[in-house]
C-alpha cells in the first residue's frame, strides 16, 4: 500500500544510546518532515526537508540530526537519548511545501528513554 | 511565530447530536488549513484540508469553515457517532510548516 512507513514502532533506549528513525514514502514526494508529539502540546516540528540534499529546522531540532540522500526515505537520528526525547515520533510527506494535497502521515514510532 | 489553540479540549456529547469545534490561529497570512483525526495510538487522518481562498469544504457529516480575517476554522460534525470518538487536531499552513494545534478530545455516548 501506498503511504509513509516508519519503523521501528515502539522502541525503549538507555540515556546516552544513539538510534534511527527510519521514514519512507512511495508517494515521490518532495517534502517531508518529523514531528513529536507530547501530552498536551500538540506536535512540535523537529526537521523538514523540501527535496533531496535540502534539510532545514524547525521549531525543536536539538538533539535531532536528519539527512535526505534520496526523495524516498528521511531517517531522524537521535545522538544521544535523554528521557526528554520520550515522545511519538511522526513523520509525514507531501508533493511539495504548500501543497493543497496536505500532509500524509506514517503511524508513528513510541520512544521512551529511560 | 504562529500559534493555533483549539477550544474545547474535550468534549463529551450524546449519539446524535451537532456539534462544533473551534480553532484559532493568531497569523492570518496562512496557505491553507487542515483538519486531522487521531485515534488512540495512532497516526493523523486528514479529514478536510481548506485552501486560503475558500470559505469551506465538505465530507459527508463533516464541514469546515475558514475565516482568514478573524483567525478561525470551525469543524462541524452532524448526527455525531460513537465511530467518531477521537482527537480531533487542526493545522495551519504557515511558513513552509504546518503548526497544529493541541487538539480536540471527542467523546460521542451511545
Known amino acids: 500500500n501506498a503511504g509513509v512507513t516508519q519503523t521501528p514502532k515502539f522502541q525503549v533506549l538507555k540515556t546516552g544510546q544513539s538510534m534511527t528513525l527510519q521514514c519512507a514514502q512511495d508517494?515521490?514526494?518532495?517534502?517531508m518532515s518529523w514531528y513529536r508529539q507530547d501530552p498536551g502540546m500538540g506536535l512540535r516540528l523537529i526537521h523538514y526537508s523540501v527535496g533531496a540534499g535540502i534539510t532545514d529546522q524547525g521549531e525543536v531540532p536539538n538533539g535531532y540530526n536528519v539527512s535526505r540522500s534520496t526523495t524516498e526515505d528521511f531517517p531522524l537520528r537521535l545522538l544521544s537519548a535523554a528521557p526528554s526525547q520520550t515522545s511519538v515520533y511522526f513523520c509525514?510527506?507531501?508533493?511539495?511545501?504548500?501543497?493543497?494535497?496536505?500532509?500524509?502521515f506514517g503511524s508513528g514510532t513510541r520512544l521512551t528513554v529511560v | 511565530k504562529q500559534e493555533v489553540t483549539q477550544i474545547p479540549a474535550a468534549l463529551s456529547v450524546p449519539e446524535g447530536e451537532n456539534l462544533v469545534l473551534n480553532c484559532s490561529f493568531t497569523?492570518?497570512?496562512?496557505?491553507?488549513l487542515q483538519w486531522f483525526r487521531q485515534d488512540p495510538g495512532k497516526g493523523l487522518t486528514s479529514l478536510l484540508l481548506i485552501q486560503s481562498s475558500q470559505r469551506e469544504q465538505t465530507s459527508g457529516r463533516l464541514n469546515a469553515s475558514l475565516d482568514k480575517s478573524s483567525g478561525r476554522s470551525t469543524l462541524y460534525i452532524a448526527a455525531s457517532q460513537p465511530g467518531d470518538s477521537a482527537t480531533y487536531l487542526c493545522a495551519s499552513y504557515y511558513g513552509q510548516n504546518f503548526v497544529f494545534g493541541p487538539g480536540t478530545r471527542l467523546s460521542v455516548l451511545p
Open positions: 497569523d492570518s497570512a496562512i496557505y491553507n
Open positions: 508517494m515521490n514526494h518532495e517534502y
Open positions: 509525514a510527506s507531501s508533493y511539495f511545501a504548500g501543497t493543497e494535497d496536505g500532509y500524509t
